[in-house]
């Protein structure tokens, strides 16, 4: 099974209050953007030279947290009961 078909089988429920905020001002002296890199969900994406992040598909790693060393991301769990259900975790 590849990594695509398992991830499909998680399940989220999205909190509305956002888990995760990037500075984007931060974001735009970053030249390697290892964040890009580091997140299996593909929440970080480059468009048009900016990093664009979205939560909802965020599975908790942590990942991105590690990966920037410019002290970018502000990164919380998800409040209780929302967020991602492993079915294979
Ligand atoms: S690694 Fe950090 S500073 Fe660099 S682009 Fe990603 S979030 Fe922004
Ligand atoms: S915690 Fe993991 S899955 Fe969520 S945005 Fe960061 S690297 Fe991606």
Redesign the pocket.
């Known amino acids: 099974m590849k990594i695509e078909d398992k991830l499909s089988l998680n399940k989220f429920d999205i909190d509305r209050e956002v888990h995760?905020r990037v500075d984007e001002e931060k974001c735009k002296e970053c030249r390697l953007k290892p964040?890009l890199y580091?997140?299996?969900?593909?929440?970080?994406v480059e468009r048009g030279g900016r990093v664009v992040?979205s939560?909802e598909?965020?599975?908790?790693?942590?990942?991105?947290?590690f990966?920037c060393k410019k002290g970018a991301?502000d990164?919380v769990n998800p409040r209780g009961g929302f967020g991602i259900s492993y079915q294979f975790g």
């Open positions: 995760i964040c580091a997140c299996p969900a593909e929440c970080y992040f939560y598909g965020c599975l908790e790693c942590g990942s991105c947290r990966s991301i990164w």
